[in-house]
């Protein structure tokens, strides 16, 4: 007796979809939050309110976390929960510094390979910084200062 294997058997994955979209959307909500200082150092990161906030289940809520954790943005404290990190002066200065070693070298390679198409998204980039600084919209400059060092990075 010869048995066929049948394209039911066969596994197929699908894919992720919404849920993975959801987590990174809240880890993005999340570090934005951090980084305004609209979420304080110290504070703790409740699931169920985060979940009731930005109207999704928990379940990406915690993945988000997870990986703040990693990124170190977070700690996790065992059967407390989650709480954003306090760095101290020397951890911001060695941050910042690694920060400025990074971009050297990255603005170094983009000098180099850098299209004339990334020089051009550059220069208009740049008249929007300027106009968005001219006019104190301070967060649309951080945003184009984001996109901006972002393109370099590209190049």
């Not at 409740?46 to 930005?54: E, K, R, T």
């Not at 954790?69 to 690694?98: A, S, T």
């Not at 008249?127 to 590209?154: Q, V």
Request: charge should be negative.
């Amino acid at each position: 007796m010869v048995i066929k294997k049948s394209a039911l058997h066969t596994p197929v994955l699908a894919p992720l979809g919404a849920p993975v979209q959801r987590a990174n959307r809240v880890y993005d909500a999340l570090v934005d939050g951090i980084i305004k200082g609209e979420v304080a150092p110290g504070a703790q990161l409740n699931v169920d309110n985060i979940a009731l906030q930005l109207k999704v289940s928990p379940t990406p809520i915690r993945d988000a976390l997870n990986r703040l954790v990693e990124d170190g943005l977070v700690n996790k404290v065992p059967y407390q929960g989650w709480f954003v990190c306090r760095l101290e002066e020397p951890e911001i200065r060695d941050l910042y510094e690694m920060r400025a070693s990074l971009e050297c070298f990255g603005i170094r390679l983009a000098c180099a390979r850098i299209t004339p198409e990334e020089l051009d998204r550059l220069q208009a980039l740049q008249e929007t910084g300027d106009a968005e600084l001219a006019r104190g919209d301070m967060e649309a400059y951080r945003l184009y200062n984001k996109e901006f060092h972002l393109c370099i990075m590209r190049a």
